[in-house]
């Protein structure tokens, strides 16, 4: 292993050391082209921008365990087999669901810390510090979780890796578009120079202003949102409340051709509804 420098002295390779470090495990192969590789990446990026300190392995493990508790209860109730399977179904997204949530409330916290910890970044730099000393002086003042996002990024350099390749990696732990064009200017700021505190005082203004736009967004279709989300949990809670009402409702339901098609197209219909109505809800919430 070639050796890195820090402070104009080598670091040497110890191989002794390294069954301490921790494998970053990883679902995804190193093509991105097939869709088992695309679904693996998104799991895995997941994992990471959630913020929790679990494995990918150890969330599957948890989707089995609801899996089987949701499955199994519901079965104890009902005792049939079709809502079983369904319930199944349920507890297996159940956690991915949740982990989903928390990516997004974690987002969201690190958008609403973004401007004043660039305006303090633009702070220490107006001192007169250099752009390395800048960054590990916010790292350490800005609270989690954007704080522990940007130690990580000054430990890296702190083991001697440039202030780009420390941050490179910064967008796709966050998954924000402010993070990777604050981690783009000072990128360039490394390269060519220039005012970076103007450049830090515009881009906390900006993502400011988006904030603020975004909050009157969100409140200016509060109900819009609330009526589209209700128009996805109730279908589904109408059929649970009448499995539980009466366990053979749905195999009477099937007995018959009309409502079994009317069934299926209307099962096909409300996932196709449910999928347009989530991506319309992710594009209005991207920031």
């Not at 303090?120 to 001192?127: I, N």
């Not at 752009?131 to 083991?159: F, I, N, S």
């Not at 749905?250 to 209307?266: D, I, K, P």
Request: hydrophobic share 45%.
């Amino acid at each position: 292993m070639a050796s890195e420098t820090i402070s104009g002295k080598p670091i040497e390779s110890r191989p002794e050391f390294a069954g301490i470090i921790r494998d970053e495990e990883q679902y995804a192969g190193e093509s991105d082209n097939e869709t088992s590789d695309r679904l693996n990446g998104w799991f895995d990026t997941l994992m990471i921008q959630s913020g929790l300190e679990m494995a990918p392995s150890m969330l599957l493990a948890v989707c089995m365990l609801c899996s089987l508790m949701v499955g199994g209860l519901i079965f104890v109730i009902t005792e049939n087999l079709i809502a079983t399977s369904l319930g199944v179904v349920f507890g297996l997204i159940l956690p991915v669901l949740i982990v989903m949530g928390i990516r997004t409330r974690r987002q969201t916290k690190i958008m609403n810390q973004m401007p004043p910890m660039i305006e303090e970044l633009a702070r220490a730099a107006r001192t007169g510090r250099s752009l390395d000393q800048c960054l590990h002086v916010v790292a350490a003042d800005t609270p989690a979780p954007l704080g522990t996002e940007l130690q990580h990024c000054t430990r890296k350099m702190q083991m001697g890796m440039r202030l780009s390749s420390a941050l490179a990696d910064l967008p796709r732990r966050t998954g924000l578009v402010a993070v990777n064009v604050l981690v783009m200017a000072l990128g360039i700021h490394e390269e060519t120079g220039g005012d970076l505190v103007s450049v830090l005082e515009r881009l906390s203004q900006t993502i400011r202003d988006r904030l603020h736009f975004v909050g009157r967004l969100r409140a200016a279709t509060a109900a819009s949102r609330a009526t589209a989300i209700l128009m996805l949990i109730v279908p589904p809670a109408v059929f649970v409340f009448f499995m539980i009402r009466d366990p053979n409702y749905f195999n009477e339901l099937m007995a018959s051709s009309y409502a079994r098609g009317a069934t299926v197209l209307g099962i096909i219909l409300q996932i196709i509804g449910a999928v347009w109505v989530l991506r319309i809800l992710k594009t209005s919430q991207r920031t």
